[in-house]
C-alpha cells in the first residue's frame, strides 16, 4: 500500500474525534520520524551548528514539525538549536497563554513576535476576499526580519506534502506556471534559508498524530474562515482523485522530483532551437551486410 492508500487509510479508521490505538500510534510516529529524517537528508537541510527556527502557529502541522524536530535533535548525527517562534498578529480572541505556556512546559527556547497584521489585512482586503496572500506577506516579513536580527541560519515551517500539491495545481491553473513549495529554498534576497522538514509527510497521518499527542490547538480565524478559497478547491478535487484511483496524489508528488525539461516546453530549462539531428558516418537503420557489399560494388 502507498503512502497516500495508508493516510486515506487511517482517516478512514479513525475519524477525527478519536485518538490512534497504542500500537498503530507508535507505527505512525515512526512513519513521520522517518519521513522527516529521509526529507532533511535528501535536501540537506539541515547541518552541524544551524541555529533553527521553527515557525509556530498553533496549528497541528507546525507542533508536529516541531515535534518531530525535537525528536530528532535527541538522536541527531549533528548539532543543531531549535527555537521555537510565534508570530501574534493580534487577532481578536487569539489566546496569548497558550504557544508560552506549552513551550515553557517542554523546555522549548521560543519567542514571541508581537505585530498587528490582523487590522493592515482586515483594512486592506475587502470583505469576503481572499486574505492569505497579503497575510502572507507581512507575517513573512516579519519571521524574517527577526531570523536576520538573531543569527538564525534555517526558517522551518510546517507545509506538509498536501500542502505542496495544492499549491502546485493553484499555480498551474491560475498562474500558468509549473511550481510548487520547494522542500528547501533560498529567500529572493538570499539571505535566508527555508526548509519544509514535513515534505515527505500527508496531512492525515499529522492530524492523527496531532490528536494522538493532545497538542493545545489555536484555530486561525483570520484565513480558516473563508470556505471559498480557492486553494479548500484544490484540496476537494484532489481527494476526490484519491477515492477514484487510490495512489494519485502520491504519483502526482513523485513525478515533481522526476522532471525531464527535453519533454516539456520551457525554453529557459532547455535549448529547443539548437537540437538537431546527430549527423553519424553510419546508418542508424540495420543493414544486411550482403546488401551493403553489394551496393558498394555497384
Known sequence: MGVVSTCLAIMSAHPAHTRTPAAEADRLARRLRHQVGQAIMDFGMIEDGDRVMVCLSGGKDSYTLL???LQLQAKAPVRFELIA???DQKQPDFPEHVLPEYLSARGVPFHIIEQDTYSTVTRVIPAGKTMCSLCSRLRRGALYSWAAANGITKIALGHHRDDILATFFLNMFFQAQLKAMPPKLRSDDGRHVVIRPLAYCCESDIAAYALNENFPIIPCNLCGSQDNLQRKAVQRMLA???QLQPGRSE???RALAHVSPSQLAD??????AALGAQSSVS???PVDAADETAATQA
Open 67 to 69: 515535534d518531530m524536530l
Open 85 to 87: 517562534v510565534n508570530l
Open 240 to 242: 476526490e482523485w484519491e
Open 251 to 253: 504519483n502526482i508528488f
Open 267 to 272: 525554453r529557459m530549462l532547455f535549448d529547443f
Open 283 to 285: 546508418s542508424p537503420w
